[in-house]
């Protein structure tokens, strides 16, 4: 199982932005689908957007469209998650999940997961 590790998780005010990083020492993130995904406290894991090995967006939450981007440095071996107009909603705590085969809002297509990084958005 690849590790992966997630970075950059802060208090921000509403309104405000954050970037996100995912990387791994281990595996080449180039050759995978990545999928970030958010978890709130009491709520399940849900999808907020998915890009695939070919770098286009397969999959993105609703409730992120326009406000979220996601992008790869295939030099730093790293995925980033740019999150702008921070919502007090969007406080969760915000995993990276790599899949060779599928790219989706579902965790269940995902078998390798970080251990999450925590964002809170509050004034």
């Known amino acids: 199982q690849m590790s992966l590790v997630e970075s950059g998780g802060a208090l921000v005010q509403p309104g405000g932005s954050l970037t996100l990083s995912c990387t791994s020492s281990?595996?080449?993130?180039?050759?995978?689908?990545i999928g970030w995904f958010r978890q709130g406290l009491g709520t399940e894991r849900e999808g907020v957007i998915c890009?695939?090995?070919?770098?286009?967006?397969?999959y993105e939450s609703d409730s992120v469209k326009g406000r979220f981007t996601v992008s790869r440095d295939s030099a730093e071996n790293t995925v980033y998650l740019q999150m702008n107009s921070l919502r007090p909603e969007d406080t969760a705590v915000y995993y990276c999940?790599?899949?060779?085969?599928?790219?989706?809002?579902?965790?269940?297509?995902?078998?390798?997961w970080g251990q999450g990084t925590q964002v809170a958005v509050s004034s």
């Open positions: 281990e595996f080449t993130l180039s050759h995978y689908n």
């Open positions: 890009f695939t090995r070919d770098n286009v967006v397969a």
């Open positions: 999940a790599a899949s060779e085969r599928f790219c989706s809002g579902w965790a269940a297509d995902f078998r390798n």
